[in-house]
């Protein structure tokens, strides 16, 4: 199982940090933090708990969000009522992955958290990365279409070394590889008429199988 994403909601408003902190807290894989409303209890919050993402307002009562992004070395959303094109520019130069205007709802927040979650995963390791996962984790955050520069064979590459020699679902080597179910099944589905990879079925105590996919080996 991989380690729960730890954030940390840094906003003056308590309705709207109690607001964001729920949503992240609704999303599996994640774990909220208890937010804070200063940056000098976020500084000490980073200190302390060593979150991996910061959800930061971008003007707090004792400071700017923006130079605080910029002075820690963790990944951060910038969610600010501030809509001047001055301020974005300055908090995507300073390295915030997404910029959320206010209010926005919490779907929106939700769907930016999951991507999140993916694009971590295909930079998950130590492993160096090729250009098609750089370029895929950078369409994933952003909402783009898979590049088209990522072939076919080089998805299917991936989705094997997801399988490893485990057995899964089409979701759980979804989340692995960092691409969406409906790519993950579709490979998967190609795989195996091929022969690549088997296909084995999960019986519960109701509703239909699972199908579930392993590595085939000759």
């Known amino acids: ?3 729960p994403i730890r954030v940390l909601v840094v906003d003056d ?13 609704g999303r599996p894989g994640f774990v909220a ?34 130079d605080f992004v910029a002075s820690v070395d963790v990944d951060a959303f910038v969610l600010s009522a501030a809509t001047d094109a001055a301020t974005v520019r300055r908090a995507l130069r300073v390295g ?3 910029y959320l205007t ?7 927040l939700a769907d930016r958290l999951d991507r999140y979650a993916r694009m971590r995963n295909v930079l998950g390791g ?7 996962q ?21 998805t299917e590459q991936l989705i094997l070394d997801g399988l490893g020699d485990e057995e899964a679902s089409a979701a759980e080597v979804a ?21 690549q990879v088997e296909v084995r079925l999960r019986y519960g105590s109701t509703g239909r199988p699972e199908h579930r996919y392993v590595v085939a080996r000759r």
């Open 102 to 108: 206010k209010p926005f709802e919490a779907r929106t």
């Open 126 to 132: 130590d492993r160096p990365l090729e250009q098609e």
């Open 1 to 3: 199982m991989s380690t």
């Open 134 to 154: 750089i370029d895929r984790s950078l369409s994933i955050l952003h909402g783009g279409a898979e590049p088209a520069t990522a072939s076919r064979s080089a």
């Open 175 to 195: 989340d692995r590889v960092g691409i969406s179910r409906a790519t993950a099944q579709r490979h998967l589905a190609a795989l195996a008429a091929r022969g």
């Open 33 to 66: 933090l208890d937010p804070v409303h200063t940056l000098g209890a976020a500084r000490q919050a980073v200190r302390a708990h060593t979150p991996d993402l910061l959800l930061v307002d971008a003007f707090l009562p004792d400071g700017d969000g923006v």
């Open 13 to 25: 408003d308590f309705r709207v940090a109690g607001l964001h902190r729920d949503v992240v807290a």
């Open 96 to 98: 915030a992955l997404v």
